[in-house]
């Protein structure tokens, strides 16, 4: 067992042409490599090849968070340069706050206020505070009502795609950027394990006998951002918004009990749920927020397999990855998909671990 890791062991070299600028043309077709844990052994696979890993009452929990179109562009007052702006969550509703991340941030300073839409009057904003280096919190100037604003604010937004995909948004992201799942709106990512999912799997899998679960997990930036301290004790996560409906709690709890495989699909399920878990290691219902950041060594609770994409060398995820995984068997697996030439991270292939 390793006792205290390093940022630097999650270090790895991608070529860059091994990021997916776009999905698989079906979601379900992507590739998957399929780890098992005990005995070492890995498979590659089809997405689709999935139902033959899972049985009659196992069950899988998804995230149902919805991404909603979080990039917006906007003109600073009297330089009129244009500034990227990046909402993170609404703040208070009653008096238009969000918190955001603005690029370039050298040029936002408190008092400043920035113009939306093509002729620049549709919507003002004035900046209040300065929360990182690149945060900033905005106070929307709006006379009308919060649903209107919001309709606004949403015709303004595009798709927020990550930065590593080099392209354009095109209007086809806003559905390819949404999983199935997807119901409760608050994400600025999306939950990328569950994008290979399409609805003819989920029937093949239910005629297979195997359940669903939902929860949700709002996805924030502080999920993907690269961790930078080498210690990796003193990383702190993100706070991010997260639910846990008794339902949910109560059918994994079965599931667990009846000796059926609980299948996590994505780092955001696993974490939410191992930060509600019960003294007699059981899930518990959660209405709350979870900073929760895993790493090797740890020992999981709730979920005994998961579907995970191929993350960014020194991310969180990448870490939540490995200690579900094994350390070993997850850095040589994502050497061998270098090799095999996997597609690598939100729009990238998948990753099956037994």
């Known amino acids: 067992m390793i006792s205290q890791m390093k940022l630097g062991q999650f270090r790895y070299k991608l070529p860059t042409e091994l990021i997916a600028q776009y999905p698989a043309k079906y979601r379900d077709e992507s590739r998957m490599m399929v ?55 609404e703040l208070n509703p009653q008096t238009l706050l969000w918190d955001t991340v603005v690029d370039p941030a050298r040029k936002i300073r408190i008092g400043n206020k920035l113009y939306f839409g093509e002729t620049g009057d549709e919507l003002v904003a004035e900046v209040i505070d300065n929360t990182t280096s690149r945060g900033r919190t905005l106070r929307f100037l709006y006379d009308g009502t919060h649903e209107d604003f919001k309709k606004l604010i949403y015709s303004l937004g595009e798709t927020p795609l990550p930065r590593y995909i080099k392209r354009k948004v095109e209007p086809e992201d806003e559905f390819r950027y949404q999983t199935i799942f997807a119901k409760y709106e608050g994400a600025v990512g999306a939950p990328t394990a569950g994008l290979h999912f399409s609805r003819e799997m989920i029937k093949r899998l239910e005629l297979g006998g195997v359940q669903f679960a939902e929860l949700t997990l709002h996805v924030g930036l502080g999920t993907f951002r690269t961790v930078e301290v080498e210690d990796l004790t003193k990383h702190k996560m993100d706070s991010e918004q997260v639910l846990i409906p008794a339902e949910t709690s109560e059918r994994i709890n079965q599931a667990k009990a009846s000796g059926k495989r609980v299948c996590a699909i994505g780092c955001t399920v696993l974490r939410a749920m191992e930060s509600s878990v019960s003294t007699n290691k059981m899930l518990k219902p959660l209405d709350g927020w979870t900073s929760k950041f895993i790493y090797p060594p740890y020992d999981f609770n709730i979920a005994d397999s998961m579907i995970t994409n ?45």
């Open 35 to 89: 780890l098992h844990r005990k005995t070492g052994k890995i498979e590659h696979k089809m997405f689709k090849d999935i139902v033959k890993y899972f049985d009659e009452g196992d069950l899988m929990v998804a995230n149902n968070t919805k991404v909603f179109p979080a990039r917006i562009y906007a003109n600073k007052e009297k330089t009129g340069s244009m500034i990227d702006v990046f909402l993170l969550r």
């Open 310 to 354: 191929f993350h960014t060398p020194e991310s969180a995820l990448l870490m939540m990855t490995a200690a579900f995984g094994g350390y070993e068997l997850i850095m040589e697996s994502y050497q061998i998909a270098i090799k095999e030439k996997y597609r690598f991270w939100a729009y990238g292939d998948a990753m099956l671990i037994l």
